[in-house]
T-cell receptor, first 109, second 114 residues
């Protein structure tokens, strides 16, 4: 069965520091990975997906099939990046998502 | 363009009761997925409806059931409520049932079972 692991619950950094939010997955087939973000008092929204290979709000994530990882990175954190971040895996023909437990990113001034 | 809406916002029920949660999908979307998010956990897939038919189900018992209507709005019904059913229930709509489509989430319904 598929599984998504986010090993840390909280990451606290100062503004301008680099950020790496870890995500590992377990799936025997071809995965599709996503990062979702939830800002305070807002709904869950898509941040980026690995097939797009794009940078959103300065964040990037590379799928490493050898290490079964999809870590989210940003070189210089901003206070507005403070939020809850979820890594998610899509498998199968429908759009069912398997989520990790999430990590709270706190960026201090 | 109207986003995904859910009602009610909050709900309190007692064990053994039944509950119905509602979701209106984003304009033009024909697929709705439901997720349960317990405190401190990520969302967990319950089931998906595509053009009024169930299109995949997660590891939830049959007392969790759903419907999708011709206008693509949806209901989640839970019978014989248990304390562990207390959670945030999220609805997400997408353009079609294909995995390539982005899911847009609603604000959720917070269910408390006493």
């Amino acid at each position: 069965a598929q599984r998504v692991t986010q090993p840390e619950k909280l990451l606290s950094v100062f503004k301008g520091a680099p950020v790496e939010l870890k995500c590992n997955y377990s799936y025997s087939g071809s995965p599709e990975l996503f990062w979702y973000v939830q800002y305070s008092r807002q709904r869950l929204q898509l941040l980026l997906r690995h097939i797009s290979r794009e940078s959103i709000k300065g964040f990037t994530a590379d799928l490493n099939k050898g290490e079964t990882s999809f870590h989210l990175k940003k070189p210089f954190a901003q206070e507005e990046d403070s939020a809850m971040y979820y890594c998610a895996l899509r498998t199968g023909a429908n759009s069912k998502l398997t989520f990790g437990k999430g990590i709270t990113l706190s960026v201090r001034p | 363009e109207t986003g995904v809406t859910q009602s009610p916002t909050h709900l309190i029920k007692t064990r053994g009761q039944q509950v119905t949660l509602r979701c209106s999908s984003q304009s033009g979307h024909n697929t709705v997925s439901w997720y349960q998010q317990a405190l401190g956990q990520g969302p967990q897939f319950i089931f998906q409806y595509y053009r009024e038919e169930e299109n995949g189900r997660g590891n939830f018992p049959p007392r969790f059931s759903g419907l999708q209507f011709p206008n693509y709005s949806s209901e989640l019904n839970v019978n014989a409520l248990e304390l562990d059913d207390s959670a945030l229930y999220l609805c997400a709509s997408s353009l079609s049932g294909r995995g390539a489509d982005t899911q847009y989430f609603g604000p959720g319904t917070r269910l408390t079972v006493l």
